[in-house]
T-cell receptor, first 117, second 117 residues
Framework: DVKVTQSSRYLVKRTGEKVFLECVQD?????MFWYRQDPGLGLRLIYF???????EKGDIPEGYSVSREKKERFSLILESASTNQTSMYLC????????????????FGPGTRLTVL | AQKITQTQPGMFVQEKEAVTLDCTYD???????LFWYKQPSSGEMIFLIY??????QNATEGRYSLNFQKARKSANLVISASQLGDSAMYFC??????????????FGQGTRLTINP
């Protein structure tokens, strides 16, 4: 059974703290993604990675960084947390699919609800 | 840039009725994929159904079907014989087809579906 796990379901941090959100997948997927979900805005892509040590910015990378030292693990880092980063954070993974077209589902973790006070 | 629009923030339906959730998309690409995900109150994202841009038949998965109208750029989800367990947020998403690297998903704002007994 495919599985994406995230280190915490709920997290409360203070403004200015450095925050690490961890994501691990056991499906040997090449691609991993970090999204944030806010009411009325859907899911927005923060960063993604298509290989170890490779990363690309998504639509809203400001205030975030990522690390992918091992294939199965993708970390999201908030260098100095702010209240506007209070949100639900979702990690996902998908296999590499060469070329274009075809089905390529993303598998999601359970999410981390982060509150920054 | 690709864009997904879900115009129904919330819908209320009687149990056993059919329901259609709207999704329109905007892209200049010829090759793309469309997904629907369900998110119950527990937070996990559950894949429901997929439609490729070159698929000639509408996708179906059990009680779920996708009404794909390519010329109108719409990909509505139809749930037949709704059940109480169908109450959830529903997201439409479009996959960008890239030659290299990860294939990203762009999500709509979501529709909250409530099934009344």
């Amino acid at each position: 059974d495919v599985k994406v796990t995230q280190s915490s379901r709920y997290l409360v941090k203070r403004t200015g703290e450095k925050v690490f959100l961890e994501c691990v997948q056991d499906m040997d997927h090449e691609n991993m993604f970090w999204y944030r979900q806010d009411p009325g805005l859907g899911l927005r892509l923060i960063y993604f990675s298509y290989d170890v040590k490779m990363k690309e910015k998504g639509d809203i990378p400001e205030g975030y960084s990522v690390s992918r030292e091992k294939k199965e693990r993708f970390s999201l880092i908030l260098e100095s947390a702010s209240t506007n980063q209070t949100s639900m954070y979702l990690c996902a993974s998908s296999p590499f699919q060469p070329g274009t077209g075809g089905y390529n589902e993303q598998f999601f973790g359970p999410g981390t609800r982060l509150t920054v006070l | 840039a690709q864009k997904i629009t879900q115009t129904q923030p919330g819908m209320f339906v009687q149990e056993k009725e059919a329901v259609t959730l709207d999704c329109t998309y905007d892209t200049s690409d010829q090759s793309y994929g469309l997904f629907w995900y369900k998110q119950p109150s527990s937070g996990e994202m559950i894949f429901l159904i997929y439609q490729g841009s070159y698929d000639e038949q509408n996708a179906t998965e059990g009680r779920y079907s996708l009404n794909f109208q390519k010329a109108r750029k719409s990909a509505n989800l139809v749930i037949s014989a709704s059940q109480l367990g169908d109450s959830a947020m529903y997201f439409c998403a479009m996959r960008e087809d890239r030659i290299q690297g990860a294939q990203k998903l762009v999500f709509g704002q979501g529709t909250r579906l409530t099934i009344n007994p």
